[in-house]
Nanobody, 123 residues
Framework: QVQLVESGGGLVQAGGSLRLSCAAS????????MGWFRQAPGKEREFVAA????????YYADSVKGRFTISRDNAKRTVYLQMNSLKPEDTAVYYC????????????????WGKGTLVTVSS
C-alpha cells in the first residue's frame, strides 16, 4: 500500500509556471513507476507524464511535450511535475499515481492515486 499526497497547485497566468510535488508514504518508493494525470472540467482523466522507478524512462503526452518535465527523488520519496508555458487548456485537477513494478508503458493502469491538486491557468 502507498499513500500519495499532491501539492503545489494554484492559480497562474497563461505563460507562467508551477511545480507540482507528490509525496509518497508506505511501501518502498523506488519500487513504483510514477505518473501524473489530469482531469479538466467536463472531461475524462488523461495521461500527462510518467517516469520509471530509476528515472531512466520518461513519457509525456503530446500536449505537454517541451513544456512539462517529470522527475523524481527516491531519497525524498517525491515525484515532481515542472510545468512551464502554461496555457488555459492546462486547467485541471492534477493527480499523482503509482504503478507497482517500476515501469510504465502507454495505456498501463495505475495502482494507487492521490486526491489531486487544482491548477487554474487564467488567460
Amino acid at each position: 500500500q502507498v499513500q500519495l499526497v499532491e501539492s503545489g497547485g494554484g492559480l497562474v497566468q497563461a505563460g507562467g509556471s508551477l511545480r507540482l510535488s507528490c509525496a509518497a508514504s508506505g511501501r518502498p518508493f523506488s519500487s513504483y513507476a510514477m505518473g501524473w494525470f489530469r482531469q479538466a472540467p467536463g472531461k475524462e482523466r488523461e495521461f500527462v507524464a510518467a517516469i520509471s522507478w530509476s528515472g531512466g524512462s520518461i513519457y509525456y503526452a503530446d500536449s505537454v511535450k517541451g513544456r512539462f518535465t517529470i522527475s523524481r527523488d527516491n531519497a525524498k520519496r517525491t515525484v515532481y511535475l515542472q510545468m512551464n508555458s502554461l496555457k488555459p487548456e492546462d486547467t485541471a485537477v492534477y493527480y499523482c499515481a503509482a504503478r507497482v513494478g517500476g515501469y510504465y508503458n502507454e495505456g498501463d493502469g495505475m495502482d494507487y492515486w492521490g486526491k489531486g491538486t487544482l491548477v487554474t491557468v487564467s488567460s
